[in-house]
């Protein structure tokens, strides 16, 4: 009869809990959904910028930190047994020379089919912004891999010289690097194969946009400066531009127009790719081999508020969870939905609707940045730093999400 | 008490306003500046494609600007008139529809007294790399903004035209070939041609441009004349000189030297020139970006130094306000305008120009900033100065200077 009892007693507590996550979706998103990891190994670090990513053969999210001034150090953290590593400095790895000092990695971490992780460097403060091609200013950045398991790194040469490489992507199936100059946005198409470089000119205007990222055939995607998708056409060779510009509040200013998109995110099963606007617009494409794709404008990054325009939010970041829903954190660089508060929010694509996840203090998490980042058990990984003052120093870690589950650092 | 009190706040305000200035970017962004969009791909308005665009050659008649692009290997120019007032591009004419096989107008235009333009092409090369012949053309442009082009022949088979001017007075017209740098005149009223081998690189220059500097044809030849008030013709010659032309009797004249850095004679070549109100000629030096002027008196040159540390000197115009405007820098660094004041300032560093751009879908306006700068040129009244882009997507630049 006990055991009758029990049985009866667990059925009903699991039918308790199909029933509200059938009625809500999911469980309640608590504060254990979510962990901030420390970098350690490297006191100077001081922020990270979009240079996150993850290794599907060898389970790691590997994230670049930089002191914003002339090392950055490269760190993976083990999914498997939470381990963060602080594997050394580019510089050094490289075998840099002092002339060639590199501020930051700037650009996704992206796992080619080799299994080495990819990215590029940036000069990114004064001395490149001011001092230029000067012999005290920026020789220019570098394609780099390293590999996660065998350690193994290899400097892939420069881009343009006295230029950054803001972001990059690849072509898994050929191992083409693709890549954007800084500051005078060239598309550059780079085969380190046969170490042919091409830069096919000048795309953008007076603000580069930040971000490009491939489909699943290789197809490369960035924008110009009227905020047109601009598409690497693999077949052909060639660059393909939208007809229109991508979906826009009225109002928005030229500045944010120009800079294009902020993050991505991928849901290759359901054959789209959400993009997030610097005039903070949610867009989904529907990628085709061969043409640009349909575009949706899907509305704001946040419901919409008398007490910030809806153009302003920044959200240079973006993940979609197992759920098929959008989470990304608004803030930074003074642009906030809630006054001096970062949130990290929930967007569902099917209903539109967005939902304030958390909230924090600017001097708890100040800004996030990083696409797509997500692990094989539906983590998801934002490169995420704390605000320290009002100089603009701040103390970067990695932010670890799982909306659907408990995450342990 | 209180007066004191309120400047102090005024002063500590300034302080804390210009701090933070001093440690930015500062644009050269006058606020009547503007661009004007002349390159876009896929669109339905009137606008350049990719590859096909880097303003090679500029003038402005009235309130015409008239632009020659070179276009990259494979690909044809086109000739457009954009409209100083409307700020917006009337009418563009792809010069394959009237002369195939041509990549370039680079030539700079001659404009004669009834504003007639002449400019000279450069042809894409064969497929067995072999070079075609360039055309001379004559460009006539109508008050709508309509172009109309005529083929006027071919000075050399097997040559382009990378440099040319011309005598209003002599209705003639001189060039120099590419890529043997042979100099033409062309006589306008009885349309011919004549060639003349006198300041072409010799074999012994070539020995040392080409085996032991391998620098190639763009990299030594003169790709600018002029012709000073006496109808003396000036350009730049291997290695490292300046000659003049006389029409009289046909003579060549080898004068001095271009300025040069110790080691970097070998890249000496004229690029640029302009002529002031009196008749002063100044030019620029390609190999290490120096200013100078020309005393035709004398035919002596006297170095005015370098606007910038880079080398190059891609055009030179003066302006109302009776200052010199010039470009100097290039790939792989960046261009900067500058001004260049005699009497008084010296030399003034522009920057990066970045100048709002408005066009339809654009309407808000967005910062242009031009980091590739080919060609600069005055209104015909001085009082804009007008720059085209050397971009794969390139546009005007324009600004307003007062007297």
Redesign the interface.
């Given at each position: 009869m006990q055991i009758i009892y029990n049985k009866f007693f667990i059925s009903g507590i699991v039918c308790c809990c199909l029933f509200c996550l059938t009625a809500f979706g999911q469980a309640k998103i608590t504060k254990d959904n979510i962990a901030f990891i420390d970098y350690s190994g490297f006191p100077e670090g001081q922020s990270t910028w979009n240079d996150i990513g993850f290794s599907s053969k060898y389970n790691k999210v590997v994230v670049g930190v930089t002191n914003h001034r002339d090392k950055v150090a490269l760190f993976d953290y083990d999914v498997s047994t939470g381990k963060m590593t602080n594997n050394g400095l580019i510089s050094e790895l490289a075998h840099l020379r002092g002339f060639q000092w590199q501020a930051k990695i700037h650009s996704k971490i992206i796992e080619g089919a080799d299994g080495y992780m990819y990215f590029s460097t940036d000069g990114g403060e004064?001395k490149e912004?001011?001092f230029?091609?000067?012999p005290s200013g920026y020789a220019g950045g570098f394609f780099m891999k390293w590999h996660p398991q065998a350690k193994t790194f290899v400097n892939l040469g420069m881009g343009?010289?006295?230029e950054s490489i803001k972001d990059i992507d690849i072509d898994p199936a050929t191992g083409t690097l693709y890549g954007v100059s800084y500051?005078?946005a060239h598309f550059l198409v780079y085969d380190p194969a046969k170490n042919i470089m091409r830069d096919?000119?000048?795309?953008g205007?007076?603000?580069v946009p930040r971000v490009l990222f491939t489909d699943w055939w290789g197809n490369c995607y960035y924008v110009?400066?009227?905020q047109r998708l601009v598409k690497y056409q693999k077949n052909g060779d060639s660059?393909?531009?939208?007809?229109n510009?991508l979906p826009a509040f009225e109002?928005?200013?030229?500045?944010k127009?120009?800079t294009g998109i902020t993050a991505y995110a991928k849901d290759k099963k359901n054959n789209v790719i959400y993009m997030v606007t610097y005039g903070a617009k949610i867009v989904a494409l529907y990628p085709q081999k061969n043409g640009i794709g349909k575009l949706v404008d899907l509305g704001g990054v946040a419901d919409s508020s008398n007490k910030i325009e809806s153009w302003q939010p920044y959200v240079p970041n973006l993940n979609i969870g197992n759920n098929g829903k959008l989470y990304y954190i608004v803030g930074g660089h003074g642009n906030y939905v809630i006054e001096n508060k970062t949130v990290l929010m929930e967007f569902d694509p099917a209903t539109k609707k967005h939902s304030i996840i958390y909230e924090y203090r600017v001097d708890e998490l100040g800004e996030a940045t990083g696409s797509d980042t997500k692990d094989k058990e539906g983590n998801l990984y934002f490169a995420g730093r704390r605000v320290l003052d009002n100089e603009d120093h701040s103390k970067p870690f990695l932010i670890k999400f799982n909306p659907g589950k408990k995450v342990q650092k | 008490m209180k007066l004191l009190l309120l400047k102090f706040f005024a002063f500590a305000a300034l302080v804390f306003i210009a701090a933070p200035s001093f440690?930015q970017?500062t644009y050269f962004k006058p606020l009547e500046g503007f661009g004007i969009e002349l390159s876009?791909?896929?669109?339905n308005l009137k606008r350049m494609p990719?590859?096909r665009n880097s303003i090679a050659s500029l003038t402005v008649i009235g309130d015409h600007i008239i632009g020659g692009t070179a276009a990259k290997e494979n690909l044809a120019p086109y000739i457009f008139v954009a409209s100083l007032s409307k700020r917006e591009l009337l009418e563009i004419k792809d010069l394959s529809e009237v002369l195939p096989g041509q990549r370039s107008i680079q030539s700079g235009f001659f404009r004669a007294a009834d504003n007639t333009l002449f400019a000279g092409t450069i042809s894409n090369s064969l497929n067995n790399g072999a070079n075609p012949s360039g055309h001379l053309l004559q460009i006539n442009i109508g008050t709508s903004g309509s172009i109309n082009v005529s083929d006027l022949g071919m000075p050399e088979p097997g040559e382009g035209i990378f440099a040319l001017t011309g005598n209003s007075k002599t209705n003639l017209l001189y060039g120099i070939t590419y890529p043997s740098g042979i100099f033409f005149s062309y006589n306008i009223s009885s349309k011919t041609f004549k060639s003349f081998k006198d300041i072409a690189p010799t074999l012994a220059d070539l020995k040392v441009l080409d085996q032991e500097f391998h620098q190639l044809p763009e990299e030594y030849l003169s790709s600018a004349l002029v012709v000073d008030n006496k109808g003396m013709v000036y350009g730049s010659r291997s290695i490292n000189k300046i000659f003049y032309f006389d029409p009289a009797d046909e003579s060549f004249h080898t004068v001095t030297d271009l300025p040069e850095v110790w080691g970097r004679r070998t890249l000496g070549r004229v690029e640029a020139w302009a002529t002031s109100m009196d008749g002063r000629i100044y030019g620029g030096n390609a190999g290490d970006g120096q200013l100078f002027e020309v005393d035709s008196a004398t035919s002596k040159i006297k170095n005015l130094g370098k606007p910038i540390?880079?080398n190059r000197l891609r055009g030179l115009c003066f302006g109302a306000d009776e200052k010199l405007y010039g470009i100097a820098g290039a790939s792989?660094?960046?261009a900067h305008l500058f001004s260049y004041d005699a009497e008084n300032e010296g030399y003034t560093d522009l920057g990066n120009p970045?100048f709002?751009?408005t066009a339809p879908?654009?309407e808000?306006?967005?910062?242009?900033?031009g980091?590739?700068l080919r060609t600069i040129t005055a209104s015909e009244d001085g009082k804009y100065i007008v720059m085209g882009e050397d971009?794969?997507?390139s546009q005007l630049l324009i600004f307003p200077v007062g007297k």
């Open positions: 004064s912004e001011y230029m091609n000067h343009l010289q006295y500051p005078q096919l000119g000048r795309l205007s007076s603000h110009d400066w009227r660059l393909l531009f939208a007809r510009s109002g928005t200013p030229g500045e127009i120009v | 440690s970017y876009l791909s896929n669109t990719m590859n540390m880079m792989p660094g960046y970045q709002i751009l879908g654009i808000q306006g967005i910062q242009w900033r980091f590739q971009e794969a997507l």
